[in-house]
Nanobody, 117 residues
Framework: QVQLVESGGGLVQAGGSLRLSCAAS????????MGWFRQAPGKEREFVAA????????NYADSVKGRFTISRDNAKNMVYLQMNSLKPDDTAVYYC??????????WGQGTQVTVSS
């Protein structure tokens, strides 16, 4: 069974930084574009950032452009999200998945990011 495990979240002050990690249980994920998504209470899950299979192309939501950087290490089955200049509006549970998300994969537990004013 495939599994995605997110980690690296925490509580930081506005302007701070965090680096999120996503570990994939199966090497087949290296063939897919991967993305980070986030969900705040009462809101729909939204797209944050994506990276193609070899890391040569990235895409970001306008709200995080210039502040967040997505990267991947296929040899380690890992995807990362470096988050700088964090804002309170970045507070959410962050998830990784294929981009677009595969219905067969499901969602992991996510990692909580809380940014205080």
């Amino acid at each position: 069974q495939v599994q995605l495990v997110e980690s690296g979240g925490g509580l930081v002050q506005a302007g701070g930084s965090l680096r999120l990690s996503c570990a994939a249980s199966e090497r087949t994920f290296r063939f897919y574009a991967m993305g980070w998504f986030r969900q705040a209470p009462g809101k729909e899950r939204e797209f944050v950032a994506a990276i193609n299979w070899n890391g040569g192309s990235t895409n970001y939501a306008d709200s995080v452009k210039g502040r967040f950087t997505i990267s991947r290490d296929n040899a380690k089955n890992m995807v990362y999200l470096q988050m700088n200049s964090l804002k309170p509006d970045d507070t959410a549970v962050y998830y990784c998945n294929t981009q677009p998300p595969k219905s067969s994969t499901g969602w992991g537990q996510g990692t909580q990011v809380t940014v205080s004013s």
